[in-house]
């Protein structure tokens, strides 16, 4: 198969990435705690989690500049545990691009090619092969500091795959760039992606960069991983608290057991009674933590028709205590009866949907399948989740 660039894509032997129990500790500080991972060929993976989880240690690890404290690394069968960064056959995108300054962008590109000792033609055609991949086929006289951030991470990342590596590496590559920069870059990197067929591992702490782009995303926290699955599993069906508040906004209801049904539990939370149509392994009386995303919710003034609740089997009371316009749509932040703020997005869908006000008493309600309900009461639930918080920020600062 080929790219239609003329950079073959992913060679069909190059295979899994196979990682095993692998640990990176500094003194006393784990960085990295028995991580275990299995990345398919061909792959799009993201390593995701805020400053300090061990993904960035994890792939530096892989790509042979930090060295493991114990585990394995292997490759299509081949242990890169002990091997040198330049024997691993690894491409490499870093966020601040690491272009050499004194050399033109085509001299940057065919610079791995000629410490592979490749025939002059030769560099030169995958050179122009890979300029055409990124979409700049005449940039390869001018030099670095004459081009954008963005022209400058794809001349980085044509310099990555043009020797055809069996595994691309990026870190947090689109970091630098703005807003809409980066999301137009995500596009692009996921079509080289489909094109050329070769295994990703993305770092990032951006949660929609990792939604947007992921076959799969492993969420790291404290060194370890706390759930790996598909945007779609992690979004829909976070299995901590940590994941539920991490990717995305959540909100964190504690309530009790009050029956265990065969396709559900029936909650108790302050006056309010609630239904989970996904049950974990809990029992009459247990203490739990029902979350819900914002956009998953219903928000009406009290006095709404009761008609407009049909198909809502959770309902609690609430008053609004702060309203942020986003344009798109509206986050309200509402103080339930029991003490926990909810936040609610209502999409601004038309002019003539009226906008609910601060002090304002409201119902809010969500269907059955559109919460998960976790083990235990979360800390994120007992005042105001980081959602709310964010969002009481923006109020402050005006953007209300």
Not at 21 to 38: C, E, F, G, P
Not at 90 to 96: A, D, N
Not at 122 to 144: C, H, I, T
Not at 241 to 264: C, K, Q, R, Y
């Amino acid at each position: 198969m080929s790219s239609g660039s003329g950079i073959p894509a992913a060679v069909a032997g190059h295979g899994d990435l196979q990682i095993r129990n692998l640990r990176k500790t500094y003194s006393n500080v784990i960085a990295v705690d028995d991580v275990s991972l299995t990345v398919h060929q061909g792959e799009f993976l993201t390593l995701l989690g805020p400053s300090g989880s061990g993904k960035t240690t994890t792939l530096m690890m892989i790509a042979g500049f930090v060295p493991p404290s114990g585990g394995t690394i292997v490759l299509g069968g081949r242990s890169l545990t002990v091997l040198p960064p330049h024997k691993r056959d690894i491409g490499m995108v870093f966020q601040h691009y690491a272009l050499f300054p004194h050399l033109t962008v085509a001299q940057n590109i065919a610079f791995p090619l000629e410490m592979r000792s490749l025939r002059k033609s030769e560099v030169e055609r995958r050179v122009q092969a890979a300029l055409d991949l990124v979409r700049l086929p005449d940039f390869g006289a001018r030099y670095p500091r004459e081009l954008s951030g963005g022209q400058q991470q794809r001349i980085a990342l044509a310099r990555a795959i043009v020797f055809e590596p069996s595994l691309l590496l990026m870190d947090e590559p689109l970091g630098a760039l703005d807003k809409k920069l980066r999301e137009h870059m995500q596009l692009e990197i996921k079509t080289i992606h489909h094109d050329l067929g070769v295994t990703v591992i993305y770092v990032t702490h951006d949660q929609e960069e990792a939604l947007v782009m992921s076959d799969r995303i492993a969420v790291f926290n404290h060194g370890k991983i706390e759930q790996l699955g598909s945007p779609s599993d992690l979004y829909d069906r976070p299995a901590t608290p940590f994941v539920a508040d991490f990717l995305g906004e959540s909100n964190f209801i504690p309530a009790t057991v009050t029956a265990v049904e065969m396709h559900g539990l029936r909650l108790r939370y302050d006056r309010a009674d609630l239904v989970a149509n996904v049950a974990p392994a809990v029992a009459v009386g247990d203490n739990v933590t029902v979350t819900v995303r914002p956009e998953k919710t219903l928000i009406l003034p009290v006095e709404a028709p009761g008609s407009e609740r049909i198909g809502r089997e959770n309902w609690i009371c609430g008053t609004i205590a702060d309203v942020v316009y986003l344009g798109e749509s509206r986050k309200y932040l509402v103080h339930l009866s029991g003490g926990v703020t909810l936040i609610a997005r209502q999409q601004a869908t038309s002019i003539d949907m009226p906008m609910l006000q601060p002090e304002q008493e409201v119902v809010v309600g969500w269907h059955a399948n559109d919460c998960v309900v976790l083990p235990g009461q979360s800390e994120a639930g007992a005042e105001v989740t980081s959602a709310g918080a964010e969002a009481r920020e923006m109020t402050t600062r005006g953007v209300a």
